[in-house]
């Protein structure tokens, strides 16, 4: 979409990507950019395959509608790369980041792309041994910013210090930000 | 000074109700509404707001909790949607009849059945009816500035109607965006301390609220009802005037967007209006003459201003987020024919009915509207002039 980055991320229901979705919002207005973000709400059930959406722009956003032809496509669950359209709509450069311990050939063939930029990361695994939980939203989000150069690590780091600043243990907080940072430094290309 | 925020529609809504702080809010959950709801209770118990809120068993209750503290003479909101609003039909109406300045948020949805919990605008146009004045939000921004702006035109003396803010469920009440608030001390300036004209507890001027109005003297009072209405739009504008000279976001009745000299021309209500100004700067820059007339305030609707708005225009698409069943096309497509009777006006009109029940519009979508819209120009009003947009048949 002209003037407009358009993200598209695909999820099951528990593992934070309306979370992430808007956060990463959060973040970019904090930057000083315009930004959306929306999840596509269904029937809601835990482990149901769910998609959530961002926009983020120099210029004020007046679109309302979904999102058609995201340039990126994050994955919180490699489960779904069989089970969706994961790149459905993105352009031939367009970028795809799996959450897995599978290698980025390794889901390119799974895929069964030739273009596109596929970057992974263990996001879950870094989750566990940092926050203690299988919660893979904020590792994604470090690895994310990494690879597209979207936003500052301490723009996300701060918008996550907000988010956890009411009603959580200071270790849950600290947890999500050496995840995030862990991701940051970790992400990989094929 | 603006502080920018990034919040979803609910959010935006439950701010601006923190800031305006009323004295009563009774409130019952539903989807999309209990975000809304959800956030206000926060700023309760965290001792934001000074409002009493009243949790009640129904919607039904909650409209008449909001009506009889109302009638007390206190400042009282509620918000609700879809069934939700269904189930308060019988209140609706009466806060209307006793002219008393509520604000309703108005979360649309659409009404079951099937059950469904998604956006359209077969609730609020339902009530249009009702008494009610009805402000449509094209985004969180303008939920929040509808919001402060209802409290002065509802408590307005010439007007004294409740007034229904709307926005479309999800698409703004669950979507993040980016909006610039005002600082507290501001708001509060701007919403001014509430002196209710009429007071059931106000023992030097007592009053009567609601009481056996039979031949002798109802049609008198649904007559000052419509003289209220009819008081509405000066009000409406000088309000979004003053608003503009604070923000620097003045609001209007209706809003045209590039439709001066525009051949083509559609009409729509909330979140679509946004989605169709993009459609439209880019159709411009393809040199296409086309336009937006975006309709902020369906009740009061105002026919003559929607006449002359479209005076210049070779082909007009109406845009309607709801079936009036029976009836010759949706609501706003019967408004907007109704406008143009007597007008001089032979202008092929095409009513498009979409987005039922959550639906997605597309910019495709409404590139295709203009595109069916080129073709009319010169001829009448076609045979299928109510058509649907990305429905399977």
Not at chain 1, 16 to 31: C, D, R, V, Y
Not at chain 1, 119 to 135: L, N
């Amino acid at each position: 979409m002209a003037g407009i980055l358009e993200i598209r991320w695909h999820a099951r229901g528990g593992q934070g990507a309306k979370t992430a979705s808007l956060l990463l919002a959060q973040a970019a207005a904090m930057e000083g950019k315009y930004s959306q973000g929306f999840p596509e709400y269904g029937p809601e059930r835990m482990g149901a395959p769910m998609r959530g959406f961002t926009r983020i722009s120099e210029e004020p956003i007046r679109l309302h509608c979904a999102i058609y032809s995201p340039e990126i496509v994050v994955v919180l669950d490699d489960t779904l790369l069989s089970a969706v359209d994961i790149a459905g709509g993105t352009p031939d450069d367009g970028i795809i980041l799996v959450n897995t311990v599978k290698s980025a050939d390794d889901v390119r063939k799974e895929l069964d792309l030739k273009d596109r930029k596929i970057f992974v990361i263990d996001a879950t695994g870094i989750a566990i041994e940092e926050i203690g939980r299988p919660i893979p939203n904020s590792p994604m989000l470090g690895a994310l910013i990494k690879i597209t150069g979207l936003l500052s690590l301490d723009a996300v780091i701060n918008e996550i210090k907000k988010k956890f600043s009411h009603g959580f243990r200071p270790e849950v907080l600290e947890g999500n930000v050496r995840a995030i940072t862990r991701a940051y430094e970790e992400v990989k290309e094929a | 000074m603006a502080r920018r925020l990034t919040l979803t529609g609910n959010d935006a809504g439950a701010e601006a109700m923190r800031q305006i702080d009323p004295d009563v809010v009774a409130a019952f959950p539903i989807t999309p509404q209990t975000e809304l709801m959800h956030k206000f209770a926060e700023h309760v118990a965290d001792g934001d707001v000074k409002a009493e809120f009243v949790l009640v068993e129904s919607e039904h209750s909650a409209m008449s909790a909001t009506v009889g503290a109302a009638a007390a003479g206190a400042r009282a909101m509620t918000a609700t949607s879809a069934n939700g609003l269904a189930l308060m039909w019988e209140i609706v109406y009466i806060a209307a009849s006793y002219r008393l300045p509520i604000v309703m948020p108005v979360i649309n949805r659409a009404l079951s059945g099937p059950i469904n919990i998604h956006c359209d605008h077969s609730d609020t146009m339902g009530c249009r009816d009702s008494g009610w004045i009805q402000l449509y939000s094209e985004g969180a921004q303008e939920v929040y500035d509808n919001l402060l702006q209802a409290v002065r035109i509802a408590e307005d003396p010439d007007v004294l109607l409740p007034v229904m803010v709307t926005f479309d469920g999800f698409i703004i009440s669950h979507t993040a965006e980016v909006l610039d608030a005002l600082e507290d001390a501001e708001a509060r300036k701007w919403v001014g301390e509430y002196l209710p004209k009429y007071s059931l507890l106000n023992t030097e001027d007592p009053v009567t609220f609601g009481p056996l109005d039979l031949q002798d003297y109802y049609f008198e009072h649904k007559r000052q009802q419509v003289e209220g209405m009819r008081a509405a739009p000066d009000v409406i504008r000088r309000v979004g005037r003053e608003y503009g000279e604070l923000t620097g976001r003045p609001y209007d009745l209706l809003e045209r967007y590039r439709t001066d000299d525009a051949d083509l021309v559609i009409i729509a209500l909330g979140s679509t209006c946004g989605t169709a100004k993009t459609v439209v700067d880019w159709m411009r820059d393809e040199g296409k003459k086309v336009g937006l007339l975006k309709i902020r305030a369906f009740r009061p609707f105002q026919e003559k201003e929607v006449a002359e708005s479209l005076k210049g225009a070779q082909a007009i698409g109406v845009l309607d987020r709801s079936i009036s069943f029976g009836a010759p096309g949706g609501p706003v497509h019967k408004e907007i024919r109704a406008a143009l009777y007597g007008a001089d006006c032979d202008t092929p009109i095409v009513n498009y009915i979409y987005g039922l029940g959550g639906r997605d519009i597309s910019t495709d979508h409404i590139r295709t509207v203009f595109e069916e819209l080129e073709k009319l120009p010169g001829s009448p009003t076609p045979e299928d002039n109510i058509r649907f947009i990305g429905l399977r048949e």
